[in-house]
């Protein structure tokens, strides 16, 4: 499995040069602070930099790009769980424990919780990436529309199931964000709900609505609070309290084991993986957790498994990507244009050809795990304040960064007017107990879901029988019943035995 | 009829309606879509969803409208979150006229002054460093021009 010739020839490319390790420092702190403003995304940094690569060799481009990417994943966790704003869609499932640990002003160690469960998932994904490329990248070549179609249904079907209070406020949340998804121009050639605005033809852009939704659920109402912790005791910033949190992810093992898995393996379907990783670690853990119920209000191993699995798919979205060449989302797309202004395809050939530069990578990633430990503890300190800035401060300058953002987004003001009606959306759903964050994951996968059952009815000719070809969707479908029915059925179980 | 049916607070009246709200918005979605295409290809996902979605909101009605309803917690007044909603809205929308570096600066300081702080240093110190920071900072990073009225675009 190891190609041990090609891994040492690796190794000595990386060392070869100190350039190559150099230029890993500035793209994590590119990523921690692009991740860490809500409004900026990591795909959004790594375009920015995208010219930057042509003055480095492949490897280097790789490296600098791959280092925004294992900084950004981190840096989403922090106004997760400073301001219950995901920086990006994979860090959703940190905000449900994260905020709550921040609100009882735990926010230090959570913070800490944090960096260790991403640092040790990235090692964790990289290690299983470099032992097991291979055989991943033959399982993803089998994921077809039909698997992918059923992966996000499981992804929104969890998602409104652990979010919110209602059980069918939370569905109805989630396919609302599926439709919402659908919105611009079908694959028949038609628009559907445009109100004949040229904006929503290529639909309604997804990154803004989401900040319009979080951002909104949250600011608005903190607006009339004085600080995130109201507590003045507890609103200080401690570096040994942050160490701390991190040395507490080690009592955690089978968490972050578990959620890294959950991680490279959910993580490396195109697409969906990372939005949809996070969750589902997240899930597993709290129905494994003898007290489930503290869940959501601030129990630690909901941030390590949601950040354990989220750093973790970003190995298995690069493996989806060496392996295949198929990008698994905005950052790993960014990553492909490299390839191209390199003159590189990526796909089977390139990772038989260039194993080599593929170990490189890896080694690389593992590197910046560790750096990102050192780089990380340096960071949280200075962003962690945010907790002493008064809310008439923040708030405003966390709406005009997001309404800035949302413009470098789109390049028209449709991003801002996104973020506006989104965030009326979102206060009016988090007023009402319905879940935001199945909503976003909805306006997110809508697309994908319509064109993965397209290709599946292409396909198939329409018939029903093809699902029955295809054991995977089965399973995931058999998860989705599970997901909403199973709590019932074991809640039925106990009363029976007990009465 | 449930035995334990309350009469509904201002609050629960006020979900209903959202409830119908969301209902009537998917049923206009659903018949613009088809009003466009009833290729099944164009319908492939809309149907089954908008048909599930109408199906839950229907359930999640009557759940209400008996009084099942799940305790929603503790909600802000709307009185309180009201001209800020209202600030954000008018800030976003004049964006195109005022410039995001002009905009941006009203929009900070009439919240700050809003939100009690009366130091007028302060007010203004802050409106017009932060404004002028992140808009120096994004037009000098995106590739295309943003809508300014004192600095250039």
Known sequence: MIDVSSALDGLNQLFSSPVALLIIIPGILIGLLFGAIPGLQISMAMAIFLPVTLYMDFMQAMLFLTSIFTGGSFGGSIPAILMNIPGTSSSIATSFDGYPMTQKGEHNTALGIALGASCFGVIIGYGILFLLIGPISSLVIKVGPAEMAAVILWGITLIGTLSSGSLLKGIISGMIGLLIGTVGYSEAGVSRGTLDSVYLLDGIPAIPAMIGMFAASELFRLANTSFLVEDQSARHVSMGAIFAGFKKTITYPWIILRGSLVGVFIGSVPGVGSSIANLIAYMFTKKRDADSKSFGKGNPAGVVASESANSTSEAGSMATLLALGIPGGGATAVMLAAFAMHNITGGPQFIREEKDIVYAIIFANLGQAILLIGLGLLFIPLLANVVKVPMRYLVPSVLVMAVFGAFGLTGNMSGPITVMVFSLVGWLFKRFDYSVPAAVVGILLGGMAEDSLIYSYQISGGLWSYLFERPVTIVILCLIVLSLFGNKVSNWQQRSRSG | ?153
């Open chain 2, 1 to 153: 009829m449930n035995k334990n049916r309350r009469s509904l607070n201002g609050h629960q009246l006020a979900d209903l309606a959202v409830l119908i709200v969301l209902a009537d918005l998917v049923i206009w979605y659903f018949m613009d879509a088809r009003s466009a295409s009833g290729h099944i290809l164009n319908l492939i996902l809309i149907l089954p969803v908008t048909g599930l979605t109408l199906l839950l909101c229907l359930i999640q009605f009557i759940r209400q409208f008996l009084g099942h309803a799940t305790d929603t917690g503790e909600v802000e007044t709307v009185k309180s979150v009201l001209p800020v909603i209202g600030l954000f809205v008018t800030y976003t929308l004049t964006l195109p006229w005022l410039g995001f570096d002009v905009g941006t600066v009203l929009f900070m300081a009439l919240f700050l002054w809003l939100h009690g702080e009366r130091r007028l240093p302060w007010v203004l110190g802050y409106s017009l460093s932060f404004a002028s920071l992140v808009s120096l900072f994004f037009t000098a990073m995106l590739p295309y021009p943003m809508p300014m009225l004192i600095f250039p675009s």
